[in-house]
Nanobody, 121 residues
Framework: QVQLVESGGGLVQPGGSLRLSCAAS????????MGWDRQATGKQRELVAH???????NYADSVKGRFTISRDNAKNTVYLQMNSLKPEDTAVYYC???????????????WGQGTLATVSS
């Protein structure tokens, strides 16, 4: 069974930083895209950032210049470094990955359980 486990959320003051991690485990052959979505209370889930297997990145306009997504393929882990955090960044952050995994191997799109990041003074 393949699963994604997130960590790194918490409470931080405005202007502070958090680093989120998402590790994939199980019978994985290849991970294609890795990314982060978020959902604030009362709002729709939105894309924050994603990174392809080739290292190309894409960010939501609201986080450009403040957030950085990276991946460690050897560890099947994706990171989201969040700097200069604002109260409007408060949300549950979900990692999302597409991969070839399982037995027999097949294309999967998986989400993590979510980790809460709260930006407040």
């Amino acid at each position: 069974q393949v699963q994604l486990v997130e960590s790194g959320g918490g409470l931080v003051q405005p202007g502070g930083s958090l680093r989120l991690s998402c590790a994939a485990s199980g019978s994985i052959f290849m991970i294609y895209t890795m990314g982060w979505d978020r959902q604030a209370t009362g709002k729709q889930r939105e894309l924050v950032a994603h990174i392809t297997s080739g290292g190309s990145t894409n960010y939501a306009d609201s986080v450009k210049g403040r957030f950085t997504i990276s991946r460690d393929n050897a560890k099947n882990t994706v990171y989201l470094q969040m700097n200069s955090l604002k109260p409007e960044d408060t949300a549950v952050y979900y990692c999302r990955e597409t991969m070839l995994a399982g037995a027999p191997p097949r294309y999967l799109e998986l989400w993590g359980q979510g980790t809460l990041a709260t930006v407040s003074s």
